[in-house]
Every structure is written in C-alpha cells, then in structure tokens.
C-alpha cells in the first residue's frame, strides 16, 4: 500500500520560512518524480514544485521560484520543500504527489497524501 506522508505545515508571519516534508512508503521511490501541489479555499489544486528521481531537474512555479527550494533523499524515501520568505498568498494545504510522469496537472494523478496545512498571516 503506497503511502504519502506530509508534515511541517503550521502558521507562520509573512517572510518567515517552513519547511515540509513528505515520507513515501510502498513504492520503489526512486522511479517516481515527486511533486508538491496546493490548494488555497475556493481554488484549484495548483503546481508548487516538482523533481525527478536524480534531483537534478527540479521545477517551481513562477509564483515560488526563488523562495521555494524541493529537494529529495531517495535513501530516506523523503522529499522536503523549503519555503522562505513566505507571503499571505502561499496560505494553503499543500500535497505530496507521486506519479511516474512529470506534469504540473493535479489531474494527472498518481498517489496522493493528506495535506498539511500553511497559514501565512500579514
């Protein structure tokens, strides 16, 4: 049974940081790209960051790039997303997801966690 695990939300003042993590557990965890989505109240699960297996390639959002920084741990089978200078506009539940392609599409599915829970306050 694949299982995604995100922990490391909580609430945090405006340019303060964060940094979640998501352990995986029932998959060969180097063959699957790891992304993180969000979705703030009301909207769309949206793209955050993505990386393949290597670490090498990594993608962000245009609305994280340069305060969002995902890196992985295949050893650990964990993934981390470190997040500074965070904004009210990053308030949001954000997913781990694991899916053989690499897509920015929520549709596109593959294995999900819970979610964990940001609150930026202004």
């Known amino acids: 049974q694949v299982q995604l695990v995100e922990s490391g939300g909580g609430l945090v003042q405006a340019g303060g940081s964060l940094r979640l993590s998501c352990a995986a557990s029932g998959l060969i965890f180097d063959g699957y790209k790891i992304h993180w989505f969000r979705q703030a109240p009301g909207k769309e699960r949206e793209f955050v960051a993505g990386?393949?297996?290597?670490?090498?390639?990594?993608d962000y959002a245009d609305s994280v790039k340069g305060r969002f920084t995902i890196s992985r741990d295949n050893a650990k089978n964990t993934v981390s997303l470190e997040m500074n200078n965070l904004k009210p506009e990053d308030t949001a539940v954000y997913y781990c997801?694991?899916?053989?392609?690499?897509?920015?599409?929520?549709?596109?599915?593959?294995?999900w966690g819970q979610g964990t829970q940001v609150t930026v306050s202004s």
């Open positions: 990386i393949i297996w290597t670490g090498v390639s990594r």
């Open positions: 997801n694991a899916r053989i392609g690499f897509s920015r599409r929520a549709a596109d599915g593959g294995y």
